[in-house]
């Protein structure tokens, strides 16, 4: 069964025509393409010098307006600027419906369950999906995967909405992809999201002269606040945003997130004893009154998992082979037998 187009109010020739001359494409896209050729399809701008009637025309017209069985149907506009305008508010309807998605993703931790959060910073918006990929035994009784491995992509939203010029060459089928300014690629492991903010924010490295300690990472930058009872507070921030404060006496130091909490930690770390664990971990760390930050920082910088367990000889070994990178830990390490 053979469909044409739907008739206008416009003869054929003169809608063919106000897809403009100057683009052969325009008016293939009410065409069918596959049949047209350029020479044909300027015989309906000038029909006459072509030999042709304006039934002819419109016949020629009309015949390349017939779709294959395959073919999705498709309604021509009449004129070329129309044609864009519909299209755009096609798409204008679907990138609405699925930005909404997009926003209401709540924040939260990532896995094979939980593959999308939203996360925000400085204002902006922040998408963090998970991937994993799974590799299958030719054997059919295997249950199970013979190996995974799995990375995550964090997206930093545009803060702009496409205008309709944008809009009609925007791609809907992937609108996570068509509103995202910056992507990068990243594992989940220790303080991701700061990293993920470095990478995506371009923040650059600045090392602070004798405030390694109080930095802890030179993409940071920190600024004296004021001194209390011989505690000096300092506040820590990461492109130009607050990310926590830290307290400091001398070479000892305690991040927190509110000053006062801070102070406090200061207090208890110096306060805990120091002991000599054959076995460290995160919440041997803790006991000993080591801030949340610090222990980040140290695993980042020596390539150690934050949940794992470690001998105290291992962690030595490690640390002297980085000597140059744990000078700023030199007390803490002091406090649990370690000595660069």
Known sequence: MRTHRKATNKPYHIEARELGVQNLENIKKVTYPRRVSATDLRKIWDYQKAGLKIDQARELVDKW???????????????????????????????????ADILSLSDGDLSWSHTRIRW????????????QNA??????SYRYPTSTSSWCTSHLLKTTTPGTVEMYKLDTYNILSSITDKVITHDLRGNWRNRAIIDLFGVTPEKQKGLSHIQLDAYYRVAKLRT??????????????????CA?????????????EAVKGLAAKLAAPGSRRETIDYDYARSLGFCRAGIEQFCDDNNVDIDGKYSRSDIAKIVRERSDKNKQYENELRKVGITL
């Open 135 to 140: 590799t299958w035994s030719n054997k059919r």
């Open 248 to 260: 400091v006496i001398k070479k000892d130091t305690y991040h927190a997130k509110t000053q006062r």
């Open 65 to 99: 307006q017939t779709k294959s069985y395959h073919t999705t149907p498709h309604q021509p506009y009449s004129g070329r600027i129309t044609t864009i305008l519909e299209v755009a508010r096609g798409k204008a309807k679907r990138y609405q419906e699925q930005l």
């Open 228 to 245: 209390i009872a011989g505690v000096e507070i300092w506040r820590r921030t990461l492109a130009g945003e607050t990310m926590d404060y």
């Open 120 to 131: 925000e910073f400085a204002g902006q918006s922040i998408v963090t999906v998970y991937h």
